[in-house]
């Protein structure tokens, strides 16, 4: 009877490590095979599907360092690295970051991959919400913290040299954040009931258009909110960027998506005939309009 539950809980083991490696990675709609959720940096290295990239970027990345005294400062730095190994921006600078902090003798264990979605269902998403109270909306995005405390971050590519960067937040100087208006906003949104956002509205889009760059900017952050379901705040978001960015069409396309996934079709169909007041033949809005005319 023993051999029978030991041989039954062996098969099971087996079953449950073949599950798990099997939810680390995911195809998407292209049937490409991503990586997803916490892995081992050894997935990137030895895998075919990712290797190719992670080695070539990780080889020829030639890293320039003067003076590294401020290394000890990150001995007991926990690093989290979130990215997608679908981004053209994570397959450059996750590999390029690993050979910098291997020529700084820094031990790899300090080292946290998680992996997100693309898509429509699960944008820039982890498996189990490992992103969620992160304030990730760009990957991909270092996190350094000491004692669970962030004490910078690299969000998407450095904003003078990796090295330089790396420097700053070692020496306790980090570089100002990247994508200050998205960044801007999301804390809002994430302490700031929707209420009270809107009774002080003006104020508010008012510090978004002061440090907002380009419509891109709100608009990945709004995707983001829209595909964790968070579709109040995703509204909020895009018609503050059709505001910001009056005279870019696609500001009112995303709104008027947001609109439409909240049940309000008469103010959607607004947004995307906006749409068509830049580009009479767009195809999406005329779609749009289609379905949510039809629902009237």
Known sequence: MKKTLTTLSLCFLFIFNISAQHEKSYADKKGNKHLCGSFELEALKNDTTYSDW??????????ELNKTAWKKNLKSTKV???????CGDSRTWVPRFVRLWDE??????????????????????????????KKIHRVPTFIFTENEVEIGRIVEF????LETDLAQIALGYPSAASYKGANYLLEVLENNPIDSIKANYR?????????VSKSSELNTLGYVLLRSNRIKEAALNFQMNTLCFSSNPNTYDSYGEALAAMGETEAAIKQYKKVLSFK??????????KILEAKE
């Open 203 to 211: 104020y508010y889009i008012n510090q978004v258009y002061k440090k």
């Open 104 to 133: 700084l003798g820094l031990d790899k264990k300090q080292l946290n991959f998680i992996g997100l979605y693309n898509g429509d269902e699960k944008y820039k998403q982890g498996p189990n919400g490992e992103e969620l109270g």
């Open 280 to 289: 009479p033949e767009d195809e999406n809005a005329l779609a749009q309009l």
């Open 158 to 161: 450095p904003n003078t040299s």
């Open 80 to 86: 989290d690295i979130y990215l997608g190994t679908w």
């Open 54 to 63: 992670y080695q070539k970027n990780y080889t020829d990345y030639k890293v």
